[in-house]
Every structure is written in structure tokens, then in C-alpha cells.
């Protein structure tokens, strides 16, 4: 079946240390796409990518890292400059095509926390 | 500026209709959508709607647009326990189509 699959579900951070959260689509989507999730609130954009070997800054991005070396994957990186890193973290990705409706399609999310 | 806003909490009784309301800002909006998200999940598309409808039904679900007041709502029709989870809508700007514009999203709980 095609779609997203974050890893892992439960991720926890020690004081000052990077961690990563994987993210992989098989739906040959151009786009993908990392939301952060605080309670109560909606999504918060990160980081996206349209095409291979490129992204660009969303709302949040300060204390975030990403690549995106290969069409199907998109990793993030909270790094240890993000002082408040624990939320819901979700990924999604969209086709590229310009015409018509293109929804984003979501993967399961990672809840990352801090030790 | 853009902006997506929804009510917190709804209550409804099994069997019951429920409907979930949202305003926008952006008039230039392409795309508007509802998203289900269940406790530990991710967001499920459930159904969209072009802008230039008033009205989309799919099943149990309604959606009414209201271009002039900016404003859309998602009606569920004979509302069960598992419609139990967190609504979000959420808008395509036309100048930024690779952007979804989300809501705080409406906790829907239903009562048996």
C-alpha cells in the first residue's frame, strides 16, 4: 500500500543532543512537508521541500534542520538550539503538479520529548 | 494577513447532526479542506471543496461554502462514537498553492 511512514512513534531527548526523525513516502510525491503540533493549536509549518535538493524555511524553522537527498525521503533534525522540541511532529507530502486539487496526505506522526 | 479560525469544543448526542464552523481571511482561497485527526494519529483528509462551489456532499458529510462571509462549515450527518476526534480546516492561498493554512481545530465529542 503506498503512503507515509514516520519513525519512530515515541522519540526522547537528552538535554542538549540532536536528534532525527525519519520520514518516508512511496507515493511519488515532489513535495513533502515536516508540522510541528502543540495541544491545542493547529499545525505549525517547519520545513518544506518541493523537489529533490531543496527546501525552504517555514514559520518555525529556527532549532531545525532538514535534507532531502532522495525524492521519497525527508528527515528532520531537532537540534539542541530548540529549547522547547516537545510536540506532535508530523510529516505529509503532496504531488507536485500545479493543476487542480492537491491535497496533502499525512503520516501517523512522531511524539518527541524531552528527558 | 492569513488566518483559519474555528470554535474549540463541540458536544453532540449519538444519532445527531453535527456541525463544525470555520472562518478564513484569505478571499483568494483555491482549496479548502477538512482534515480528521484520531488521538495519536496523523490528519485524515476527509473531503475538500473549490472555491467556486457552494456546496459539496459526500455520504454522511456536507460542505457549505460561503464565499461572501468567508466561511465554511462541515455538517456530519447521524453522528456516531467514532466520529470522535479533532476537526481541522484548512485553506490553499492562491498565491502560495504548495501551503496549507490551518485552523486550532474542533474537538467533537460524542455522547452515546
Known amino acids: 500500500d503506498g503512503g507515509i511512514t514516520q519513525s519512530p512513534k515515541y522519540l526522547f531527548r537528552k538535554e542538549g543532543q540532536n536528534v532525527t526523525l525519519s520520514c518516508e513516502q512511496n507515493?511519488?510525491?515532489?513535495?513533502m512537508y515536516w508540522y510541528r503540533q502543540d495541544p491545542g493549536q493547529g499545525l505549525r509549518l517547519i520545513y518544506y521541500?518541493?523537489?529533490?535538493?531543496?527546501?525552504q524555511k517555514g514559520d518555525i524553522a529556527e532549532g531545525y534542520s532538514v535534507s532531502r537527498e532522495k525524492k521519497e525521503s525527508f528527515p528532520l533534525t531537532v537540534t539542541s538550539a530548540q529549547k522547547n522540541p516537545t510536540a506532535f511532529y508530523l510529516c505529509?507530502?503532496?504531488?507536485?503538479?500545479?493543476?487542480?486539487?492537491?491535497?496533502?496526505?499525512f503520516g501517523d506522526g512522531t511524539r518527541l520529548s524531552i528527558l | 494577513g492569513e488566518d483559519v479560525e474555528q470554535s474549540l469544543f463541540l458536544s453532540v448526542r449519538e444519532g445527531d447532526s453535527s456541525v463544525i464552523n470555520c472562518t478564513y481571511t484569505?478571499?483568494?482561497?483555491?482549496?479548502l479542506y477538512w482534515y480528521k485527526q484520531e488521538p495519536g494519529a496523523g490528519l485524515q483528509l476527509l473531503t475538500y471543496?473549490?472555491?467556486?462551489?457552494d456546496m459539496k456532499q459526500d455520504q454522511r458529510l456536507t460542505v457549505l461554502l460561503n464565499k461572501k462571509d468567508k466561511h465554511l462549515s462541515l455538517r456530519i450527518a447521524d453522528t456516531q462514537t467514532g466520529d470522535s476526534a479533532i476537526y481541522f480546516c484548512?485553506?490553499?492561498?492562491?498565491?502560495?498553492?504548495?501551503?496549507?493554512?490551518f485552523g486550532s481545530g474542533t474537538r467533537l465529542l460524542v455522547r452515546p
Open positions: 521541500s518541493q523537489i529533490v535538493n531543496d527546501f
Open positions: 484548512a485553506e490553499t492561498p492562491r498565491d502560495s498553492s504548495y501551503k496549507l493554512i
Open positions: 484569505d478571499s483568494s482561497s483555491t482549496y
Open positions: 505529509a507530502s503532496r504531488t507536485g503538479r500545479m493543476a487542480g486539487n492537491q491535497p496533502q496526505h
Open positions: 471543496i473549490f472555491s467556486n462551489m
Open positions: 507515493l511519488n510525491h515532489d513535495a
